[in-house]
């Protein structure tokens, strides 16, 4: 495929393949920008920015209406080429691209209510004769930097609300997985967004990011991807708006009066779903001492019954991991925490890059497996003696994205929740959960601002303050 620089679909001298992680296969190639594109597509977004800010927000609404329509329409074929490039179950990729229509007419409405408000000034001693408001205004140009693991999703969380609230946007989606961004462009423009609207170019982040990041004319980076990454960013962004969407090494807390069999059955579906490739995934899982055998025991046959295979088969339910190198370090980080003391309940085989659905019992607070992100379909089991202990834990980490507690007292779900340092709490169900709507972000090494149309609109404008005087 090729990129979209300034209105037009483009080629460039060296290309990178987009290979299947399952087959090894190629499956096609996109452009990798030179520095020179890279400047034209800040150009083009500087003009584009201009002509977005004159749409007015019926029309830019109508607009994401009619992108969602149209990629109603086209929802099968999103999720087969997802399942392609990322790897992941058909049926997982179906639900994900099944979402993304909704999340387009999300974006639209709340890009139609940027809203300011009066300003009392004359209370201020001394202040009287003057009208002063607030408007909210777009950012200019937004760089939104996505991910592999959800390449639909992630990205339309980012360019929904940034195009809704009157931005252009330049999109570098993750170099294995590009080519669900670029058929999302020629649907945004399909739908008729101005043609510099939107650039979406393709190659290596380590490139690119830098340059867009630190450029002048870029006023909001949008970044989703890993912590140190993020943090490079913001060493070369300057005096610009960031939001950054980070890792995570999400803890799940399991008390005595918790109903084991469904905690195991929502375990099996939280730290495995996506190939455990999810920032929210449940990594940590912390039981008390009381159940712990009997947790392990529920939950070793629900992950057994894990159907692994091609991604593109009905039935499958873990596929693939993005790459061979990936699956090698997960594999190296069970065998390193088995090497400590920890267990290997079920899983820690690996075939190329795809790796068992795994439950690691025994492990310690401070081997990889537990303090780092893993990001891979492996859990960490660890008792506990108390509540005290599974708050402490919890917040014993760099991150702090999502956390889950399995109880039915309420002081203790109320009591996690006040005192777990983490951007999403799940009184009763694991971290892995999420609405569209809801705001979305990390606290500490996870990140800064949050998701969801309503909060990232907010993020993509800018506040100016109107004073009018001589009002008597
Ligand atoms: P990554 O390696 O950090 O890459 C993310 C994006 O950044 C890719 O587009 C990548 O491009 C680009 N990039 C790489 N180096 C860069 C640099 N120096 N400057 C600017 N951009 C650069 O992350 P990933 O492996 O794709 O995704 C996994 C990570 O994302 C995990 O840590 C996960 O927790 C996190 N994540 C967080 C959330 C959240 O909402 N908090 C959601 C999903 C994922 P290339 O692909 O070309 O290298």
Not at 167 to 182: F, M, Q, R
Not at 378 to 401: C, H, M, Q, R
Request: net charge negative.
């Amino acid at each position: 495929m090729k990129m979209y620089i300034s209105g037009k679909w483009t080629e460039s001298p060296s290309v990178t393949s987009v290979v299947s992680p399952y087959s090894g296969q190629a499956v096609d190639t996109v452009p990798n920008a030179t520095l020179e594109q890279i400047d034209q597509a800040l150009a083009a977004a500087v003009h584009g920015a201009a002509a977005m800010a004159k749409l007015a927000a019926h029309e830019r609404s109508q607009i994401l209406n009619r992108a969602a329509d149209l990629f109603a329409l086209r929802v099968e074929d999103f999720a087969r080429t997802v399942s392609l490039e990322v790897g992941k179950p058909l049926n997982e990729a179906r639900v994900e691209a099944g979402r993304v229509p909704d999340l387009l007419r999300l974006s639209a409405f709340e890009g139609t209510q940027l809203r300011g408000e009066t300003l009392p000034v004359d209370a201020q001693a001394g202040v009287r004769g003057k009208l002063a408001y607030t408007v909210r205004v777009p950012c200019g140009v937004v760089v939104a930097i996505t991910p592999f693991n959800y390449p639909l999703l992630l990205v339309v969380h980012k360019i929904g609300p940034a195009l809704a609230a009157g931005n252009a946007v330049i999109l570098k989606p993750a170099s294995a997985t590009p080519l669900s961004s670029l058929k999302l462009t020629e649907v945004l423009l399909e739908a008729g967004l101005p043609e510099h609207g939107l650039q979406c170019i393709t190659g290596s982040g380590a490139l690119i990011g830098p340059v867009l990041c630190s450029d002048p004319r870029v006023r909001k980076i949008s970044f989703t991807g890993s912590t140190e990454v993020g943090e490079s960013l913001a060493k070369v962004a300057g005096v610009k708006k960031l939001s950054l969407e980070l890792g995570s090494n999400a803890p799940l807390v399991v008390l005595p009066d918790a109903d084991l069999q469904k905690v195991a059955e929502a375990t099996a579906i939280g730290g495995y779903v996506n190939a455990g490739q999810i920032c929210i995934s449940t990594q940590r899982v912390l039981v008390h001492t009381d159940v712990y055998g009997d947790y392990l025991d529920a939950l070793k046959p629900q992950v057994e019954q894990i159907k692994v295979g091609d991604p593109m088969a009905e039935d499958t339910r873990l596929s693939a991991m993005i790459s061979e190198r990936d699956a090698a370090r997960v594999e190296n980080w069970v065998q390193e925490a088995v090497g400590g003391g920890a267990r290997v309940v079920t899983g820690g085989t690996r075939d190329r890059a795809l790796f068992a659905p795994t439950i690691v019992a025994d492990v310690q607070a401070d081997m990889r497996i537990s303090c780092a992100e893993l990001f891979g379909p492996a859990v960490a089991v660890t008792p506990i003696e108390s509540v005290d202990e599974a708050i402490a834990l919890a917040n014993d980490s760099l991150y702090g994205l999502g956390a889950g507690i399995f109880t039915q007292d309420i002081r203790h779900a109320f009591r996690f929740a006040r005192e777990v340092q983490s951007g999403t709490i799940q009184i009763n169900w694991t971290p892995l959960w999420r609405a569209d709507l809801i705001p979305y972000g990390g606290f500490k090494g996870s990140g800064i601002g949050r998701e969801g149309p309503r909060y990232a609109v907010e993020g993509m404008t800018e506040t100016k303050t109107v004073v009018i005087h001589g009002i008597e």
